[in-house]
């Protein structure tokens, strides 16, 4: 199935993957009748036990981090459309139920402050680190 992706929305995936540190792979669903790829459940987005050489060595996508050779506007552009995910980051927040805020307040898994920097840091520029 992965030979019928096109490359350029492989390398796109793995990058996502990569800048929301994705622990698990995603799970593709592809429609054949329709010739376009699915992707659902990034349920272990944002994971604390990220690890980024296990991500490199096992991601369904990472043949790309040594055959994608990025030049300056591949990064220019790539950062741009992180930049922008952002602009929304307050309003996906906003989305999510109450209750699960309220969990999250007491078992402090995750740090929306943290994040939200370190996701600002990357699409500026910090995510290269992560893929050489």
């Known amino acids: 199935m ?7 929305l492989q390398r796109d995936i793995l990058f996502f993957e990569l800048w929301i540190e ?25 994971d604390a036990a990220f690890n980024l050489q296990d991500f490199k060595e096992t991601h369904v996508c990472q043949a790309h981090f040594s055959t994608s050779q990025l030049d300056i506007l591949d990064k220019q552009a790539l950062e741009q459309r992180l930049q ?3 602009l929304s980051w307050s309003q996906a927040w906003d989305t ?8 999250n307040e007491d078992s402090k898994i995750f740090d ?11 699409a500026h ?8």
Request: charged residues 20%.
């Open 22 to 46: 994705n622990a698990g792979n995603p799970n593709l669903l592809w429609g054949s009748g329709e010739q376009k790829l699915h992707i659902i459940d990034h349920n272990l987005a944002f």
């Open 125 to 132: 520029g910090g995510v290269w680190s992560k893929w050489l």
């Open 2 to 8: 992965l030979n019928q992706v096109d490359k350029k």
């Open 112 to 122: 929306v402050d943290v994040t939200f920097q370190r996701l600002q840091s990357e």
């Open 84 to 86: 922008n995910s952002l």
């Open 96 to 103: 999510i139920p109450e209750e699960w805020k309220a969990q």
